[in-house]
């Protein structure tokens, strides 16, 4: 089977654009990979597409509406917040499958602001507040305080994510926010489920992000320089465990891919040098430096204390500031977070650029449940 | 008239609910006698072995231990906050989700693993289109 490279990635800076389609959302990304790709629409077999919102809206087709109509084949694809790593995966699969040796994958999502989550549905009366909460940062807040039942996790230690993150976003053009949140603004902020405040919540943004992906026969014949290699890409669902049906497990379900994306990359958690992990909700990123196995179970409170995520720090988690502040377009995220991965093992990450990153690791986690992970490498 | 086409007695919030129309409520819980999972609401096939017609249907415990919470803070319009969303861990097997009341929602008063007691009441008012009151379940600290 060929190996897989990234040839071209971006992503838009992500903000609110209520005057736009999706499909003029997406488009604009996809123009930006293609660019930085070298290449054209007419270049591409295949086009890959995830998006939410409108699953069942031909998105891909739209785009290529936009920006050029060449009749190939379209695939949209929707898994929670994973939909964007599952196109981008599809996109993989159809050159190890020999199908296709150049093809395009774009995420794209436009969001309302507010509360995700908890709608209920079913027959009866509301059961919102009644039998729990189904809200999003209430099912993550949860999920935070089975980690605080087993280490003793505190309130500000889960609020640390979310200074770090935002510190990181101010290094970061693309991301929605560029501001600092002390640890006090952070903790002081309005609850919104104990203990996620409102800056400890990912933020509600449009966006998109694109990577154009090659066979090892095309990547060698457009030029190798800044291409990025595609090490490892899993997709899971979640496995039986006691309580999932009841309160989704987002540990199975990552702890599973981590260890099959580690075997199939051949490297460990100790060659990673940056990781871009799911942090829709500080209680959840905290969670994941065990999950990926950063650290060992119950040390993710002292790696967050010691400073060992921060950029500059033994592994940084989320420089380019995570859903918490570069902003959680839900169908785009899995899209971009790989070219954060991409843009610093080519080195072009500017003032937040981690030095000497060789090999890297995105991670999301669509509730319901889906997990991709993918591990990149820097070939130049 | 919506009212007249409310049945008498409350129906049940929930289809694992059982007996809401009766003065012995409980909840249902569907175990599998392969692998001793516990689920709710009817299936036939377990998620956890894959084994095929091993479920059966039983009554599960009042008694339980709280395994996870959080307090919520920011809902949906009209529905009131704080509370305390909590995840419990039924004596002999199950784990439900529900409100945990008659205790102050603060995280200093709460105590994981603390026992708590399911009990049967009204679902805070909240009537469907054609005016039926349901029964719901929740948790208190055990007496």
């Known amino acids: 089977m060929s190996e897989v490279f990234i040839l071209g990635v971006d992503m838009i800076k992500f903000g609110r654009f209520p005057e736009k389609t999706v499909p003029q959302i997406g488009a604009q ?9 070298g ?4 270049d591409m077999e295949a086009l890959y597409c995830g998006n939410l919102g409108q699953a069942s809206a031909m998105v891909g087709q739209r785009i290529l509406q936009e920006i050029g109509q060449t009749g190939i084949g379209v695939v949209n694809c929707s898994n929670a917040c994973a939909t964007g790593a599952t196109a981008f995966r599809e996109a993989w699969m159809s050159i190890k499958a020999g199908v296709h040796d150049v093809v395009l994958a774009v995420g794209v999502e436009q969001m309302g602001k507010g509360l995700l989550g908890g709608g209920g549905g079913g027959a009866g009366i509301p059961k919102e507040g009644l039998l729990g909460s189904g809200t999003m940062p209430a099912v993550f807040a949860e999920a ?31 991301a929605m926010y560029q501001i600092e949140t002390p640890l006090e603004t952070v903790m002081n902020a309005e609850m919104i489920s104990y203990p996620n405040t409102k800056l400890m919540c990912s933020v509600n943004v449009d966006g998109s ?66 990781v871009e992990l799911h942090d829709c909700f500080a209680t959840a990123e905290i969670l994941h430096y065990e999950n990926l196995g950063l650290c060992g179970d119950g040390e993710a409170g002292r790696m967050i204390d010691d400073g060992e995520v921060e950029l500059g720090g033994r592994v940084p988690v989320n420089v380019s500031g995570g859903l918490l502040s570069k902003g959680h377009p839900l169908g785009a995220t899995g899209i971009a977070n ?7 093992l080519r080195g072009e990450a500017d003032k937040r650029q981690v030095e000497g990153a060789r090999i890297g690791m995105t991670h999301v986690i669509g509730l319901g449940s889906a997990c991709g992970i993918h591990i990149l490498e820097s070939v130049a | ?54 479920i059966s249907a039983v009554r599960l415990s009042t008694k339980g231990k709280l395994y996870s919470y959080c307090i919520v803070h920011r809902s949906f319009p009209g529905i009131e906050v704080p509370y305390i969303s909590a995840i419990v ?43 039926n009151n349901y029964l719901s379940y929740f948790f208190q600290p055990a007496a």
């Open chain 1, 209 to 274: 992000a694109a990577a154009v992906l090659v066979s090892e026969k095309k990547a060698r014949e457009l030029g190798m320089s800044r291409a990025v290699k595609v090490r490892a890409s899993v997709l899971t669902s979640d496995p039986y465990s006691e309580r999932d049906l009841v309160m989704p497990d987002v540990n199975a379900v990552t702890r599973k891919a981590a260890a099959s994306a580690y075997e199939m990359a051949g490297v460990g958690p100790e060659d990673v040098d940056l």
């Open chain 2, 1 to 54: 008239m919506s009212e007249e086409k409310a049945v008498s007695g409350p129906l049940p919030v929930v289809t694992w609910l059982k007996g809401a129309n009766t003065n012995d409520p409980y909840i249902e819980g569907h175990k599998c006698g392969e692998c001793g999972a516990v689920f709710l609401g009817e299936r036939s096939t377990c998620s956890a072995c894959s084994a095929r017609d091993s």
């Open chain 1, 338 to 344: 790989i070219y954060e991965v991409s843009t610093h």
């Open chain 1, 29 to 37: 990304a996809a123009l930006m990979a293609l660019d930085d790709a």
């Open chain 2, 89 to 131: 861990d039924l004596e002999g097997g199950g784990t439900i989700k529900g409100n945990l009341i008659n205790i102050e929602p603060d995280p200093e008063k709460i105590e994981f693993d603390m026992p708590v007691e399911v009990v049967f009441q009204d679902a805070l008012g909240r009537k469907d289109k054609d005016g």
């Open chain 1, 39 to 42: 290449l054209t629409i007419k």
């Open chain 1, 144 to 174: 935070g305080m089975e980690h605080a039942r087993k280490y003793g996790t505190t309130f500000e230690q889960f609020a640390k994510v979310s200074v770090k993150n935002h510190h990181h976003s101010t290094l970061n053009p693309k």
